[in-house]
């Protein structure tokens, strides 16, 4: 018996990857900056930018993100992220989500990569 359920998904810029994919209520994306020649700040921008564009394909928005995963090539720059995090996810804690931060090795030149689990608005 097949059962049939509808996954909706963003094309990825690298074969056999989704950008985001949505399924039920819930929306997944991931973001790298395309160019590495960027510094932290600048790639930390630009995964923020494809993430919100991301979310707003399939109806939501960072208010409504429930987990996120960050990867840095450098864990010690992880107060260096974080600044850039507050700025970004905002003062209301209601929208606040769950995250971790870890150090690993990401392709060359990759600085940071952000994972995201979102809601939908009903």
């Not at 600048?42 to 960072?62: N, P, V, W």
């Not at 996810?89 to 769950?98: R, S, T, Y």
């Not at 952000?114 to 608005?121: F, Q, T």
Request: glycine share 8%; aromatic share 10%; net charge negative.
């Amino acid at each position: 018996m097949t059962v049939e359920f509808s996954i909706e998904r963003a094309p990825g810029v690298a074969p056999g990857r989704s950008s985001a994919s949505c399924y039920g209520g819930l929306v997944w994306t991931v973001a790298t900056a395309l160019d590495k020649t960027l510094d932290l700040k600048g790639q930390i921008a630009a995964s923020f930018e494809k993430i919100e564009r991301m979310l707003a394909q399939f109806g939501t928005d960072k208010r409504y993100l429930l987990s996120v995963s960050v990867f840095l090539s450098d864990l010690d720059s992880k107060a260096d992220f974080d600044v850039a995090w507050r700025q970004w996810v905002g003062d209301n804690p209601d929208h606040w989500p769950q995250r971790a931060c870890m150090g690993t090795v990401l392709s060359p030149g990759t600085l940071v990569e952000i994972a995201v689990v979102a809601a939908k608005p009903e």
